[in-house]
C-alpha cells in the first residue's frame, strides 16, 4: 500500500513539474516573440523618422531666396496632411541634379492590409520601394516660420512638426491594434543657409 502511494505522489509530483516546464518554456517563447515585435516596430520608426527628415532638409536645394517667383514658391503644397515641394535634389538617386523635380509626402489608402501608407512621389511618380512607407495610419503637418510661429504662409515656412500614428496588428490580439505615436520637427535646412541663419 505504501509503495502505491508514493507511485502516485510521484506521478503527481513529475505531472506538476512537467506542467511548470512547459508554462515556463511558452512563456519565454511569448516574451521573445513580443521582444521581436516590439523591436521591429521601434527600428521601423526610426527608419521613417531618418527618411522624414532627410526628405524635409532637401526642401528648396539649389533654389536661391530670390529665384523662387510668387507663383512658384519652393513649397507648392503645405496642408496638414501633404506637403509637395520643389527642388533640385533627386530623391531616387540621392543627388543633386541639373533639372528641377517636385517632391511630395501624401498620406493614401493602401489596397491591402497595410492599412494606410505614406507615399513619398517625385515628379507625380511614386519611388520605388523607398517611397511606400507602411504600418501609418495618421500623418498631421505643422508649419514654422524662421521665428518659430506657426504659418500657413507656404514662402516663410522654414520648418514642420510631423505627427505620425504608426499602426500594427497585434499577434496576440488581433481585435486590439498596437499604435505608437512620433512627433518630431524637421527644418528646411536650406531655407535656413539662405537666410544665413
Not at 112 to 127: F, T, Y
Not at 137 to 163: F, G, P, Q, W
Amino acid at each position: 500500500m505504501g509503495v502505491m502511494l508514493d507511485v502516485i505522489g510521484g506521478i503527481i509530483i513529475g505531472g506538476t513539474l512537467l506542467l511548470m516546464v512547459m508554462t515556463f518554456q511558452l512563456q519565454l517563447q511569448e516574451n521573445a516573440s513580443r521582444l521581436y515585435y516590439t523591436g521591429s516596430m521601434i527600428s521601423h520608426m526610426d527608419e521613417v523618422a531618418g527618411i522624414i527628415n532627410h526628405v524635409f532638409s532637401m526642401v528648396g536645394i539649389g533654389y536661391g531666396k530670390d529665384q523662387a517667383t510668387e507663383n512658384e514658391t519652393v513649397c507648392m503644397v503645405a496642408t496638414e496632411n501633404t506637403i509637395k515641394f520643389r527642388t533640385f535634389w533627386d530623391y531616387e538617386k540621392d543627388d543633386i541634379s541639373d533639372t528641377a523635380h517636385t517632391v511630395e509626402l501624401v498620406l493614401r489608402d493602401a489596397e491591402d492590409d497595410w492599412g494606410r501608407v505614406l507615399n513619398v512621389i517625385q515628379d507625380g511618380v511614386i519611388i520605388f520601394p523607398m517611397g511606400h512607407i507602411l504600418h501609418i495610419e495618421d500623418m498631421k503637418l505643422r508649419y514654422y516660420n524662421k521665428d518659430d510661429a506657426i504659418t500657413t504662409n507656404r514662402k516663410d515656412i522654414m520648418s514642420a512638426e510631423v505627427l505620425l500614428t504608426f499602426r500594427r496588428e497585434s499577434p496576440w490580439r488581433p481585435d486590439q491594434p498596437l499604435r505608437s505615436n512620433l512627433q518630431m520637427k524637421c527644418y528646411f535646412m536650406n531655407r535656413y543657409l539662405q537666410l544665413g541663419a
